[in-house]
């Protein structure tokens, strides 16, 4: 037994579970999924037709146009018709950026190694230095859904990204943001 401690296969078996453990909290760490909540006591399955409510943001109206966009396209894709009101709901969204302060770059490392007939193992550290700004923008995307006749809020999503610099790679995101929020829309009843 004692021997099979200080094998060096038994220290590179050790290493690749904690690279692979590392590696699979890494990612997950860095998936963000959709909340909602809902009226448990809303009918949904008589939704057919949707109004996209106006909505003004000053900050940002470029992504305001996209997300406004994304909302019919999702909508429309998972069967929902668009049509001015009345309709049997209506849809209404709020974006909020806030700043975020960027990763101190503060990494743990674990290794392995042998020479001759010797192995060993060893943990490290290392702290790496930003350049350029030390923020990075998050993006809040919030959808409402709303009962026309009662003006009662009936389901709300909302999910978040980060950014740097907005363009075709913030387009992207914002669309993915709004069809992952709408995937949970209508709820599925728990059976």
């Given amino acids: 037994m004692l021997q099979y401690l200080f094998c060096p296969n038994a220290y590179r078996r050790v290493f690749s579970a904690s690279v692979l453990l590392v590696t699979s909290l890494a990612i997950s760490g860095c998936q963000s999924t959709p909340k909602n909540d809902y009226a448990i006591d809303y009918d949904f399955s008589q939704l057919k037709s ?4 106006d909505v003004v943001n000053a900050e940002d109206p470029l992504t ?56 060993g193992a060893s943990i490290g550290t290392s702290v790496g230095v930003p350049i350029g700004s030390d923020t990075a923008k998050v993006q809040t995307i919030q959808i409402d859904i709303i009962d026309p006749i009662s003006n009662r809020l009936i389901w709300r999503g909302s999910d978040q990204y980060d950014f740097d610099m907005g363009g075709q790679d913030k387009a992207n995101k914002t669309a993915e943001t709004v069809q992952q929020i709408l995937q949970q829309f209508p709820p599925k009843k728990a059976q």
């Fill in 50 to 53: 949707f109004s996209l409510l």
């Fill in 64 to 119: 305001l146009q996209r997300v406004r966009e994304d909302i019919i396209q999702t909508l429309t894709q998972q069967g929902f018709t668009q049509q001015a009101q009345p309709s049997d709901f209506n849809v209404s969204f709020a974006l909020k950026t806030e700043d975020k302060p960027k990763n101190s770059g503060l990494s743990i490392g674990l290794g392995t190694g042998g020479w001759g007939s010797r192995g």
